[in-house]
């Protein structure tokens, strides 16, 4: 099974840690852009005829700052073009400040039946610091639109002057109004994005601080009953996103629009991060990718590893078997043993203990020759 | 030439009294390379001579002179180094000569090593010149350190130049001085051949490339060649002299200066210091070498990457060659494997060696602490020398221990006198003298333990005076001393690449200090790792790199993945330039730490 990510590159003001391709000025140039994407797609339609797809993703930007008739044609042109289940998880990716009933009946019609709502945090100030155009009032008046539905929110740690009750209180709002999943992620200042001057300037909790924002995180989600299936992903029983799991296990995927990524056959490629340049490529009637590179055995054992790691399932050792024709506890006995200390390793699995999973990078790096 | 217009001669100076640039000067004025050509301090050839602004490497060139007297001269100058560790270079280049431009400094006058240099000069019976260097500057007050020259020195100072280098004012002056008052070479050319070799280095297709300096008789290529310290017999394949590249002249004949190549392969046949001859017409005896080098600071070489030991060899024996002070013996730690015990004149001379293997043999290394060689009396009445603190034989063995001892010379003015005294009582030192040089400067004499001044006391005069004291050292011999071996434990593991000899009063202070070092230099683990100090077997100071908390990558979806991999290789990456002290991970610096005494 393979999945599906369409980018829509546009939002209705750039939050101050985005490194993503992402314009708040060029929202008039929605439309053309849905119609390269169509065309994209309608062009991966004989290579890929043979996959089968279970997820379709359209993240961003904000997507929902596009007309929603946009979307619809995009999930429309999706099933078109592509074998896509019928049972098919369709996720978009929302802003509370950009929603609207109309929208969402639109979404729902359309065949979205999931929906990933960008919340980050309860407080106001803090939102206003990362730049968000919404409020909490926002998001609340979004989770009830969204009321039975399967959605997720977004929560950030890590922010300036974040107190562990203002993480708490994030969790719980989310838990509140319906999330039956919740991403958690430790904000990342990025080179280039005005957060990184905060954190120049000393101004972002340090390393340990965040590990207690999330460990307090982590088990105030399990109090609610969202079990942790990925470092940063919390999902009630069955809700975990299918889209991420398929990264996570080193799936093959198509993306679509600009700075999409794929990986197909082994073969990992990008489209250009510029929209001019992908507007002049498609409407050249050529592919718009700008980087492409063919992943070795080694490079594929390296990355299922790395990804496998992340998730609190850990590597599969059966499936491990089916790809590498290996097995895992013996080829890497030397570094299990040196690592006994913070892995769990049964006939089935070797994964990452729980209390040890916010330390991983030392340990997954290891694994690498 | 006729010998009678040749003159051999160097420049000695306090280190920034302008040595390079006079040199830079002589050679403009004599035509040796155009003003186009100039390159600033041409004959600091390495980098690392030029970044530091200091000279390393003795460095020869040949010059021609029309003097006023019409006839033209053969200069053959020698550029030495000024900094006090490399007093082994100058001595070598002082054998080669039989006159030397003295350099002081118009507006700082007399200093450490100047005195330190003439009293080299001496020794070898050099004619010397003394040259006021840097008139232009407005603090300029030659016709004092005129009278500081003849007072503090006892030379006649009447003669000197007055000299602005750096301006190029009064360069002819020098000229005409470096052949009035310097004698030319004397020395048979039907002699049979000695030639003292005073430097060398190894060429990649010539071989090893000696710098010679021709006493009696005559060398060309075809010769037949031999040194008195091996039977191996070589033909000269060039001989030519310094210009300051090598420029290949037919004969070197007595009184020259120049090089012989031969197509010597194996670097430990020749040695800094002994005397070519030729193979079928030797000389009875060799000429005077030097002294032996005595080695003041030693320390731990090992490559980071274990199996690179063969490469470190090799870079390390070359490096001789072109360093005679250098001295080295095999050693292995059982914290960092196989490597070198390495002798160096001083911490400066340790930091540049370090340097050129990393930068001239791409090699990366790890150092350990600096010790001197302390001399340990056992109880069954044997005596031996112990530099590395892990070859202390146990207590109960040890009688008692000798340390090395300096007289240390301080020149300042005598605003800083209070800072100075207190820095010596705190380094342990004892108080000999003090004289008044003039109203502006007080000459201090001192006895200090070595081991207290090899680590920063130069750095720290020098912030203590802001720049103004100079400070140089002479071995005074042992005394008794109180001593302990400092061990360093890390996760419970003794660290023997750690350890120390200290003075048992400083112990516990310096137990302490190295505890905080090492913690701020270890990086946080994934567990907590307890770093303590201990004397045998006691421990007297801890402190705890706490376990990394956080070391994830928040995010990894589809567009990522290649991204975040990269991050993580780059991780792995900066792993491999730690070693693995047990379970511990400790990066090539931390070795170093050991240095940092105090945070001033």
Known sequence: ?369 | MNSKNVRNFCIIAHIDHGKSTLADRLMEKTGQVSKREMEDQLLDSMDIERERGITIKLTPVRMFYTAKDGQEYELNLIDTPGHVDFTYEVSRSLAACEGAILIVDASQGVEAQTLANVYLALENNLEILPVINKIDLPSARPDEVKAEIEEVIGLDASYAPLVSAKEGIGIEDVLEAVIKYFPSPEGNTKAPLRALIFDSYYDNYKGVILFVRIKEGRVKSGDKIKTFRSDKIYEVVETGVFSPNLLPKDELSAGDVGYIAASIKSILDVAVGDTVTLADNPAPEPLAGYKKVQSVVFCGIYPLDGSRFNDLKEAILKLQLNDASLIFEPDNSVALGFGFRCGFLGLLHMEIIQERIEREFGLEIITTAPSVSYKVVKTDGETLFVDNPSHLPPQSEIEHMEEPIVKADIYSPPDYLGQIMDLCREKRGTFLQMTYLDKSRVRLEYDLPLNEIIFDFFDSIKSRTRGYASFDYELKGYERSKLVKLDILLNGEPCDALSMIVHEDSAYTRGRTLCENLKEAIPRQLFEVPVQAAIGGKIIARETVKAVRKDVLAKCYGGDITRKKKLLEKQKEGKKRMRSIGSVEVPSEVFMQILKTNKD
């Open chain 1, 1 to 369: 099974m393979a999945g599906i990510y369409v980018h829509i590159p546009f939002c209705k003001s750039k939050c101050r840690y985005c490194d993503f391709a992402s314009f708040s000025d060029k929202l008039c140039y929605a439309e053309s852009y849905m119609a390269c994407v169509y065309r994209e797609m309608a062009k991966r339609k004989e290579e890929l005829k043979n996959y089968s797809f279970n997820t379709l993703y359209i993240g961003g930007g904000t997507p929902s700052v596009i007309d929603e008739s946009y979307i619809a044609m995009l999930v429309a042109a999706a099933k078109k073009n592509f074998n896509l289940s019928a049972d098919a998880e369709i996720t978009i990716e929302m802003n509370p400040g950009t929603v609207s009933a109309r929208k969402i009946g639109v979404y729902k019609k359309c065949g979205i039946n999931r929906f990933s709502v960008g919340l980050q945090t309860a407080v106001n100030s803090q939102l206003a610091d990362l730049g968000r155009v919404h409020t909490l009032n926002e998001f609340v008046t979004c989770a009830k639109l969204l009321k039975g539905e399967n959605f997720s929110a977004d929560v950030m740690i890590g922010l300036k002057n974040q107190t562990a009750e203002d993480v708490e209180k994030t969790i719980e709002t989310a838990a509140a109004f319906g999330a039956s999943h919740i991403s958690m992620y430790a904000l990342t200042p990025e080179d280039g994005t005005p957060v990184y001057t905060d954190y120049l300037n000393g101004e972002l909790p340090d390393g340990d601080e965040v590990a207690a924002l999330y460990e307090m995180g982590v088990k105030r989600l399990k109090e609610l009953g969202f079990d942790r299936y990925e470092v940063s992903n919390f999902a009630k029983k069955g809700k975990e996103s299918r889209h991420n799991l398929n990264y996570w296990r080193r799936g093959e995927y198509i993306g679509f629009g600009v700075s999409a990524s794929s990986c197909i056959n082994d073969v990992r490629f990008t489209n250009t991060f510029d929209l001019d340049e992908y507007f002049k490529c498609i409407l050249s009637d050529n592919f718009a990718v700008i980087d492409r590179q063919e992943i070795d055995k080694e490079g594929q054992e390296e990355e299922y590893i790395m990804l496998a790691l992340r998730t609190e399932r850990g590597i599969d050792t059966a499936d491990y078997k089916s790809k590498f024709n290996a097995d895992f506890a013996k080829k890497y006995s030397s570094q299990i043993k040196r690592l006994e200390r913070f892995l769990s390793v049964d006939e089935k699995s070797v994964k990452i203990k729980p209390e040890h999973l916010f330390v991983q990078n030392s340990i997954i790096i290891e694994f690498f020759n």
